[in-house]
């Protein structure tokens, strides 16, 4: 019985494999904020596209903490020459249950931008741009030091270093990321200047730390960060 089971089993594996993947969709990934005039748009969306439906899921900055949204939307595919349009509902859970709408359209470049109008008469239309992040950001480690009083000859001074980071760009909160137990992180954001900030939970004897970075138009920007501990 079991080597009657064994071909039917091993060809149905083979035919899985040899079945067609589903091509990438136009939307499907993640986007970072890329500019906004008005409201509180997200900062980062991870969007799934099947066929002409639109979902996904993204982040605002709240004061203390992230705020989670639920996206949905459609895509119309480019007609004539122009653009592909997109609608997308932004519904931002900060407890009002506020939403917003975006009508926009994804150039032939990968950027997302468009219009958008948030509920309630807070706010008026105003544009919100997005670009893909999923192959441009910051990667390296995170160090502090010193570590000791006196730094001895053959002794590391130096240590991996994991808190809590703010990215800001024209002074204005646009991810956070935490590096981990060896000081390594990474963090998705579009290209451009950007200035990393300890958190307030960051454990330096000298606050008010920050570094200026950059990040580059192609592939992940390596940065390894230091921060100074004040040990001295």
Same mark, same amino acid.
């Given at each position: 019985?079991?080597?009657?089971?064994?071909?039917?089993?091993?060809?149905?594996?083979?035919?899985?494999? &040899?079945?067609?993947?589903?091509?990438?969709?136009?939307?499907?990934?993640?986007? #970072?904020?890329d500019s906004s005039?008005?409201?509180?748009?997200?900062?980062?969306?991870?969007?799934?596209?099947?066929?002409?439906? #639109?979902?996904?899921?993204?982040?605002? %900055?709240?004061?203390?903490?992230?705020?989670?949204?639920?996206?949905?939307?459609?895509?119309?595919?480019? #007609?004539?020459?122009?653009? &592909?349009?997109?609608?997308?509902?932004?519904?931002?859970?900060?407890?009002?249950? $506020?939403?917003?709408?975006?009508?926009?359209?994804?150039?032939?470049?990968?950027?997302?931008?468009?219009?958008?109008?948030? &509920?309630?008469?807070?706010? =008026?239309?105003g544009s919100l741009?997005?670009?893909? &992040?999923?192959?441009?950001?910051?990667?390296?480690?995170?160090?502090?030091?010193?570590?000791?009083?006196?730094?001895?000859?053959?002794?590391?001074?130096?240590?991996?270093?994991?808190?809590?980071?703010?990215?800001?760009? =024209?002074?204005?909160?646009?991810?956070?990321? $935490?590096?981990?137990?060896?000081?390594?992180?990474?963090?998705?954001?579009?290209?451009?200047?950007?200035? $990393? $900030?300890?958190?307030?939970?960051?454990?330096?004897?000298?606050?008010?730390? =920050?570094?200026?970075? =950059?990040?580059?138009?192609?592939? %992940?920007?390596?940065?390894?960060?230091?921060?100074?501990?004040?040990?001295?």
């Amino acid at each position: 019985m079991l080597r009657q089971l064994a071909f039917p089993v091993a060809a149905a594996a083979l035919l899985a494999c &040899a079945a067609p993947t589903e091509p990438a969709q136009p939307l499907s990934g993640v986007w #970072v904020l890329d500019s906004s005039t008005a409201g509180l748009p997200p900062r980062q969306m991870t969007l799934t596209q099947r066929g002409t439906s #639109v979902t996904g899921t993204g982040t605002a %900055m709240g004061v203390d903490v992230p705020i989670p949204i639920a996206v949905t939307g459609t895509y119309a595919p480019p #007609v004539g020459g122009g653009p &592909a349009a997109v609608t997308l509902q932004l519904a931002i859970d900060d407890g009002g249950g $506020v939403t917003a709408d975006f009508i926009g359209t994804l150039s032939a470049s990968g950027r997302l931008e468009g219009i958008v109008t948030y &509920a309630g008469d807070a706010f =008026s239309p105003g544009s919100l741009s997005f670009v893909r &992040a999923s192959t441009t950001g910051l990667e390296g480690t995170v160090t502090r030091g010193p570590v000791m009083p006196v730094c001895l000859v053959g002794v590391p001074c130096d240590a991996p270093f994991s808190a809590g980071f703010e990215v800001r760009q =024209s002074q204005r909160p646009v991810a956070r990321f $935490v590096s981990d137990s060896a000081g390594r992180y990474l963090v998705l954001l579009a290209p451009g200047d950007y200035t $990393v $900030v300890p958190d307030s939970t960051t454990p330096l004897l000298i606050g008010g730390q =920050s570094r200026a970075v =950059s990040v580059g138009r192609v592939g %992940m920007t390596r940065l390894d960060l230091q921060f100074d501990t004040g040990i001295r």
